[in-house]
């Protein structure tokens, strides 16, 4: 397929790498206005244009990756030129209803939220369509396969999964932060401390991953009765490591809706 993606910032590349990486058999086109800036990217064959409406026609899927107060712009120029086209859009507030609304009829209107770890082929991508788009949604599903996970969800959970799995990054990363100022505080130098940080959540997430199981299964593996870790978790939930990840995660919800 020729997929042509459109606002090459952070989302719009990272997808075009992870698709250029995980699944080249896809050729992918990504454009942004100053598109110098991600002209590194033809060395792995993607094309590269300020013309957002450069070969489109010859698109099978159109990706917005573009903040929600461009989009207008951006149908505008594309609309004109293009009929019978999925167009996936991963803006954020933009309800399949609206954007199908802007599109018409003649195209496909699909809502994906990807994050950054597309780039790597480890992105979860919660995918909505509507049902008689159910075919396009389902190559879309395909497609993000290719890059991770790809679960089809009620689009009323895309804010929540704006949350869990886009802001979900940063969640991520600051625990593995922590982890690494106190692997620091206990002996080890920033850089041995973030390798072991790091691989371990990657680690406890694939095991996750491949025995779809329930985390708590998991962490009764590696609590001995009245050993360190079983001592070490009890004392972070005293200092509410649940609790506040739970509120932050709510907390973040609260200001996607407002
Ligand atoms: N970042 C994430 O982790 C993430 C995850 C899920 C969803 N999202 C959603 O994805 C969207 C993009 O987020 P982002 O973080 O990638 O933002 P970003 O880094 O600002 O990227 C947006 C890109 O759009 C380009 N652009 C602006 N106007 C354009 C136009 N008329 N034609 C073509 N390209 C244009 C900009 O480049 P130029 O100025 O050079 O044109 C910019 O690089 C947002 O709606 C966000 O909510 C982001």
Redesign the pocket.
């Known amino acids: 397929m020729n997929i042509h993606i459109?606002?090459?910032?952070?989302?719009?590349?990272?997808v075009a790498i992870g698709i250029a990486k995980f699944s080249s058999k896809h050729h992918v086109t990504l454009?942004?206005?100053?598109?110098d800036?991600i002209k590194h990217l033809e060395a792995l064959s993607i094309t590269v244009s300020?013309n957002?409406t450069h070969r489109i026609q010859e698109a099978d899927i159109i990706i917005?990756?573009?903040?929600?107060y461009?989009v207008e712009?951006?149908l505008s120029?594309i609309l004109p030129v293009i009929n019978n086209k999925i167009i996936a859009s991963?803006?954020?507030?933009?309800s399949i209803e609206m954007l199908q609304d802007k599109i018409g009829a003649a195209n496909q209107a699909i809502r994906i939220?990807?994050?950054?770890a597309a780039q790597f082929g480890a992105s979860a991508t919660c995918v909505s369509y509507l049902e008689q788009h159910t075919e396009q949604g389902q190559k879309m599903v395909s497609l993000f396969k290719d890059l991770g996970t790809a679960p089809v969800i009620d689009e009323k959970l895309m804010d929540a999964a704006?949350v869990l799995?886009?802001s979900g990054?940063a969640f991520a990363l600051r625990y593995i932060r922590a982890s690494m100022q106190a692997g620091i505080e206990i002996g080890f130098d920033w850089q041995t401390a973030l390798e072991i940080s790091a691989q371990t959540v990657k680690g406890a997430a694939q095991m996750l991953l491949e025995e779809q199981t329930h985390p708590e299964q998991l962490i009764d593996r590696v609590t001995t009765p009245k050993g360190c870790t079983i001592a070490g978790l009890n004392d972070m939930e005293r200092h509410g490591f649940s609790a506040s990840l739970i509120s932050g995660i709510k907390t973040s919800l609260r200001q996607i809706q407002e």
């Open positions: 459109i606002g090459g910032g952070n989302l719009g590349t990272s454009t942004r206005r100053n598109a800036k300020a957002n917005l990756t573009v903040k929600p461009q712009l951006i120029e991963a803006v954020s507030g933009l939220m990807p994050n950054v704006t799995a886009a990054t």
